[in-house]
C-alpha cells in the first residue's frame, strides 16, 4: 500500500509569491493534518482536516490555509511568501481523530520550500 | 514559548549501551504524550506512547517513562543498534476539542549509535 504522497518534494520560490502544496493520505484515512518543520526544529502544528472540514488550527498567521477535497486528498496553500516561510512541509493522515489515532498517524516524507 | 523542550541536541552511545533521550514540557494540561523517529528524507514515524495515568510504558527495546511532577519524560533504548541512529522528537498533546490533535514537538535529539 501507497504511503502518504506529498508533491512536489522541492521547490524554490522568491518573497511575495504563492505556493500550493499538496498531500495524498493513506486510502481510507479521513484525516489530513499539516506541520511546518524550520530547520533545527521541531514540527510545528499549522491545521487539521477531517472529513472535509477544518478540526484544528495552530497559530500561524491568515496566509496560511488549507482545504480537504472529497477524495480525502488536501492542500496547503501559503500567501505572500516571506523568507521565514523556507521550511520543511509534512503532511500527515490517520482514519481518526482521537488521541489514540495519532499512534497510526502516519507522516509523508515532506516538501522542503525554499524562500529566497 | 517552548512547552515541550528536548535540550539534548544531540547524544552518541556505544552499540548496545543504554540511550536515554530526555523531554521536559511546561503545559500541565499535556495528557498524553509520544515519541517519534525521524530518519533524513522521510516523515517522523511513531515510536512509544504514555498516557498520563501511567508512568511507565515498554515496547520490545523502547521504555518511556513519564514523572508527571517533574513534568519530564524518557525515553530509554535498549540495547542501543546502529540502525536506531536517527532524530527523537517527543510530542504531547491534550483534550481540546478546539484545536485538533495538536501535537506539540520539542526540537529534536539526534542520537548517534557507534558500531
Known amino acids: 500500500d501507497a504511503g502518504v504522497t506529498q508533491s512536489p518534494t522541492h521547490l524554490i520560490k522568491t518573497r511575495g509569491q504563492q505556493v500550493t502544496l499538496r498531500c495524498s493520505p493513506i486510502s481510507g484515512h479521513k484525516s489530513v493534518s499539516w506541520y511546518q518543520q524550520v530547520l533545527g526544529q521541531g514540527p510545528q502544528f499549522i491545521f487539521q482536516y477531517y472529513e472535509k472540514e477544518e478540526r484544528g488550527r495552530g497559530n500561524f498567521p491568515d496566509r496560511f490555509s488549507a482545504r480537504q477535497f472529497p477524495n480525502y486528498s488536501s492542500e496547503l496553500n501559503v500567501n505572500a511568501l516571506l523568507l521565514g516561510d523556507s521550511a520543511l512541509y509534512l503532511c500527515a493522515s490517520s482514519s481518526r481523530i482521537s488521541r489514540h489515532a495519532m499512534e497510526t498517524q502516519y507522516f509523508g516524507p515532506g516538501t522542503r520550500l525554499l524562500v529566497l | 514559548d517552548q512547552q515541550v523542550k528536548q535540550n539534548s541536541p544531540s547524544l552518541s552511545v556505544q552499540e548496545g549501551r543504554i540511550s536515554i533521550l530526555n523531554c521536559d514540557y511546561t503545559?500541565?494540561?499535556?495528557?498524553?504524550f509520544l515519541w517519534y523517529k525521524k530518519y533524513p528524507a522521510e516523515g517522523p514515524t511513531f515510536l512509544i506512547s504514555i498516557s498520563s495515568i501511567k508512568d511507565k510504558n515498554e515496547d520490545g527495546r523502547f521504555t518511556v517513562f513519564l514523572n508527571k511532577s517533574a513534568k519530564h519524560l524518557s525515553l530509554h533504548i535498549v540495547p542501543s543498534q546502529p540502525g536506531d541512529s536517527a532524530v527523537y522528537f517527543c510530542a504531547a498533546l491534550y483534550e481540546n476539542n478546539n484545536a485538533g490533535n495538536m501535537l506539540t514537538f520539542g526540537g529534536g535529539t539526534r542520537l548517534m549509535v557507534k558500531p
Open positions: 503545559n500541565s494540561m499535556f495528557d498524553y
